[in-house]
């Protein structure tokens, strides 16, 4: 529960309680800042999708689009796939329900929801189970009718629903061994934006709540999808259970959220300036002929799954 509640007042912290004036500086900083990250990155990208390993990839198209904002669609003309305003989930199937307990470096994505109450109650009358009911934390947060709830999604797959100023697609939200150097990592490999003031340093403070470590942590910004990042040891500390085989994070490969895909222009170049990087690229190059589409693979911070995509026409589209 306490996990719960943390992440959620993390995202309050993004999404809500701001000045109009102070909220003007900070996107105006967010946006020089993601021009010059993108600019001194290796390999700029935009935020391309999810992937979901799933027993019923028709059911979870179906459960995806009738509970959040989103639709069907087919992804380059081939496969069901569900988009989420500015990007994809993706779908595999098979044939065991996969794992998806909390010790992988994908914790959860998130939507938001205006009036969380409302949409809280609308879920439950439609049957949506929760791993965590609705709960109320405005006083901790500082932000009025702040709440969030858990949706228990397709193979126990973890969403988030919070109050934002908006009801879309908005985070993905990691663990990390090391939160700080994640980030920065993202930040320099693929463009993300550190959210908050860019002229002071990420913080390596170790910080506790109620004998739980939330800090550091890191808040980045790739296109539309808040990207944050908590410590490890929260994750430990608040499910014990789900640690009791070991005390390493285990590769999201074969997960309930399988990886997170990137797409850049150039793929071939990509690949080459992270293999000289000494980036571990776990997949090759690989084409979808009819769709003009070539990915690849490779193992981010905290054996976290990454998929880069080149995807003719998807940038333009992301970033608009």
Not at 58 to 70: L, V
């Amino acid at each position: 529960m306490v996990l719960a509640m943390l992440a959620a007042l993390l995202w309050c912290m993004l999404c809500a309680g701001r000045g109009t004036s102070q909220g003007a500086r900070e996107s105006g900083a967010r946006e020089s800042g993601a021009r010059e990250s993108a600019a001194a990155s290796v390999a700029p990208a935009h935020f391309h999708h999810l992937h979901l390993n799933t027993t019923d990839p028709a059911a979870a198209i179906n459960f995806y689009t009738s509970k959040f904002d989103c639709e069907k669609r087919l992804f380059a003309g081939l496969l069901d796939a569900v988009w989420a305003q500015k990007s994809w989930l993706l779908f595999t199937k098979v044939s065991a329900p996969p794992p998806w307990e909390l010790n992988s470096a994908i914790w959860h994505m998130g939507w938001g929801a205006e009036d969380m109450k409302a949409t809280y109650e609308k879920q439950v009358a439609s049957g949506t189970r929760f791993f965590t009911a609705l709960s109320d934390i405005s006083d901790l947060a500082r932000v009025p009718n702040f709440y969030y709830a858990y949706v228990d999604g397709p193979d126990h797959a973890l969403i988030e629903l919070n109050t934002a100023a908006h009801h879309h697609f908005g985070h993905l939200h990691l663990f990390s061994e090391d939160p700080v150097a994640a980030g920065l990592w993202y930040m320099k490999y693929f463009g993300a934006v550190r959210r908050g003031n860019p002229s002071t340093p990420p913080s390596r403070e170790v910080r506790m709540y109620k004998g739980f470590q939330v800090g550091p942590s890191m808040s980045l910004m790739l296109d539309n999808v808040n990207i944050i990042i908590f410590p490890l040891e929260l994750s430990k500390q608040s499910y014990p259970d789900q640690w009791k085989n070991g005390q390493a994070l285990t590769s999201t490969k074969g997960r309930a959220i399988d990886h997170v895909g990137f797409s850049v222009d150039n793929l071939s170049d990509a690949i080459d300036k992270l293999r000289k990087e000494g980036i571990k690229i776990t997949d090759e190059i690989r084409s979808i002929p009819a769709a003009k589409i070539k990915y690849a693979f490779i193992e981010g911070p905290d054996k976290i799954r990454i998929e880069i995509v080149e995807d003719p026409g998807f940038g333009a589209t992301a970033s608009s």
